[in-house]
């Protein structure tokens, strides 16, 4: 691990016209950075509204597209960006192939863009997931009251994906890693929730409708992160001047599978709730079926083969010791508290 001292003035965030990214843009507009956000011609900018944003459109698609671009910021506009936030990438796509364009072939070429127009930032941030790792401690160490225990997640784990998702980061992660010196910083989050946030909403939605639906029979330990607490996790890197590290984020706590819907009842003050807990192999159909449905509409979907694996995985604890003893992280949001917020904002911005 090495630390930079250099003081931070400008960042580029990209994927800020995203959920995380959007909150990303908001925290480094708020320590006063020079703050670049990187979108699509398409993106909105619904969260972007604030005047001191300096707004760059990236191709991250095309290399020689994308050294123009950079290329222009830097004759324009004085030099490197600081800090390069990368936060642009999918979760859900149409084919397989499409995570390895948008996740890795658009991080390469955007170190590529930045090592050939000399923009060599002092940290380039990574976004990644713990879905680099897979299932890989699904075995129970013992047995308490509540029922089997398994172990977290480590740093010293080998990564073993088993979805086209984390297949994709985990060889962006190695990318990064096999390049000599690189001042890279990598941030693994587990579940990330919070306002903006639709995959979650989509349970919150279902359970105003009176139904909870799980899958699996088997004790499921889940976690989570509050987007506010990851934002805060991610600029104590920078502010350390941290490179050449990863780091698992979570909140610290281990959920059981309900935990999620329960908060959400209490918030919404339901009642009535019918849990649906469906066995495994149904759940592998009805995301083979989604999966090909949603080729044929030619719109990714929530429910496909990598969201199988994803419900499937039994096991989500991760070491986040690391994080606390070498950047003082504290989370500010449990889930109650998380889940608590996030309901609030549905309800004002008139989603629930």
């Known amino acids: 691990m090495q630390y930079l001292c250099r003081m931070k003035k400008s960042i580029l965030i990209t994927g800020a016209s995203g959920f995380i990214g959007s909150f990303l843009v908001e925290e ?10 990187g979108v699509r011609k398409t993106s909105s900018r619904k969260y972007l509204q604030d005047k001191h944003i300096h707004f760059i459109e990236l ?39 499409d995570f390895e364009k948008y996740n890795f072939n658009a991080t390469r070429n955007l170190v590529q863009a930045l090592r ?20 890989i401690r699904e075995k129970a160490v013992g047995l308490n009251r509540k029922g089997l225990i398994y172990e977290p997640i480590c740093e010293s784990d080998e990564p073993c994906p088993n979805t086209a998702y984390g297949k994709s980061k985990v060889r962006t992660e190695r990318y990064l890693r096999s390049l000599i010196d690189y001042p890279y910083l990598i941030f693994r989050p587990t579940g990330v929730y919070g306002p903006r946030e639709r995959d979650y909403y989509l349970m919150a939605k279902s359970i105003k409708q009176h ?8 004790k499921q330990e889940i976690t989570f992160i509050y987007v506010k607490d990851l934002v805060q996790a991610i600029f104590l890197g920078i502010q350390k001047g941290i490179v050449q590290r990863e780091y698992f984020v979570s909140d610290g706590n281990v959920y059981e599978s309900r935990a999620f819907s329960d908060y959400i009842q209490k ?17 592998k159909s009805i995301c083979y079926v989604s999966g090909k449905i949603s080729k044929l509409a030619k719109k990714p979907s929530t429910l496909n083969m990598d969201k199988y694996q994803i419900m499937k995985q039994r096991n989500w604890q991760c070491d986040i010791e690391p994080l606390k003893q070498e950047l003082g992280f504290v989370p500010q949001y449990d889930l109650e508290k998380g889940v608590r917020e996030t309901i609030a904002w549905y309800k004002k911005e008139g989603w629930l």
């Open 28 to 37: 480094a507009l708020r320590q006063g950075y020079e703050t670049w956000a």
């Open 59 to 97: 191709d991250l698609s095309n290399l020689d597209k994308l050294c123009l671009q950079v290329r222009d910021k830097n004759k324009k506009h004085g030099g490197p960006w600081d800090v390069v936030l990368h936060c642009a990438g999918v979760t859900k796509c149409l084919n397989s192939a």
């Open 116 to 135: 050939e127009e000399g923009m060599r930032p002092l940290q380039f941030v990574y976004i990644s997931s713990l879905s680099v790792f897979g299932p």
């Open 211 to 218: 139904v909870d639906f799980s899958v699996g029979y088997q």
């Open 267 to 283: 918030e919404l003050n339901i009642k009535l709730l019918f849990h649906i807990k469906a066995p495994l192999w149904l759940l």
